[in-house]
Structures are given as structure tokens and as C-alpha cells.
Nanobody, 125 residues
């Protein structure tokens, strides 16, 4: 079983950048497709970005395309989410998740069996 822990969240002004990290332990992340999700108060958990096990496929929700980049460093057993040109509507708790049940990129929370505790991202206007 893999465990994942997010870090890198914080308070940033609109237009700024943050880099989130998802550190895994227990298993190598090369065995998992990985995803980032976010949840704002009063809203459902939303898919943000995903990357396949091999890293050859990435997928983003429309609202972050061109601004966010997901990547993986298997040697460090870490997945990253680089967030640029941040907007107030990006404010949410961001979660990292892992799945071995599917090929490619999965966008539904129920497809992921392993979740971190989340890291808060707040973007001020």
C-alpha cells in the first residue's frame, strides 16, 4: 500500500505561483497513476490534473489548462503540481491521490484508492 502526503500550499497573491509536492512512501509511485484534486468550501471534490503510470499521458481540467503542470519524479517518489497565474477561484484544499486500478488518466475520485490529507491553497485578489 502506498501513502501520500501533500505539501507546498500557502497564501499567494493573484497572478503568483505555487508548487505543490506529493511525497509517497510504502510503494514506488511508478506503480500508480497519480492525480491532483481540489475541494472548495461547499463544493464537490474536483479533478485538477492527472498523469499516467509511465508519465506519457497528462490531462487537465479546462479551468487550469495552460496554467498548471503535473509532473512526476520517480527517483524521488514524488509528484508535483506547478501552479502559475493563480486566480482567487483556485482557492481550495488540494489533494494528491494514487490508483493502480486503471490505465491512463482517471478523473473520478472513486477511481482512486489512496489519498493524502490535503494542503490549503489560498489566492488573494
Amino acid at each position: 500500500q502506498v501513502q501520500v502526503v501533500e505539501s507546498g500550499g500557502g497564501l499567494v497573491q493573484a497572478g503568483g505561483s505555487l508548487r505543490l509536492s506529493c511525497a509517497a512512501s510504502g510503494r514506488t509511485i511508478s506503480s500508480y497513476a497519480m492525480g491532483w484534486f481540489r475541494q472548495a468550501p461547499g463544493k464537490e471534490r474536483e479533478f485538477v490534473a492527472g498523469i499516467s503510470r509511465s508519465g506519457d499521458i497528462t490531462y487537465y481540467t479546462d479551468s487550469v489548462k495552460g496554467r498548471f503542470t503535473i509532473s512526476r519524479d520517480n527517483a524521488e517518489n514524488t509528484v508535483y503540481l506547478q501552479m502559475n497565474s493563480l486566480k482567487p477561484e483556485d482557492t481550495a484544499v488540494y489533494y494528491c491521490a494514487a490508483t493502480v486500478a486503471w490505465l491512463g488518466v482517471r478523473v473520478t475520485p472513486s477511481d482512486y484508492a489512496h489519498w493524502g490529507q490535503g494542503t490549503q491553497v489560498t489566492v488573494s485578489s
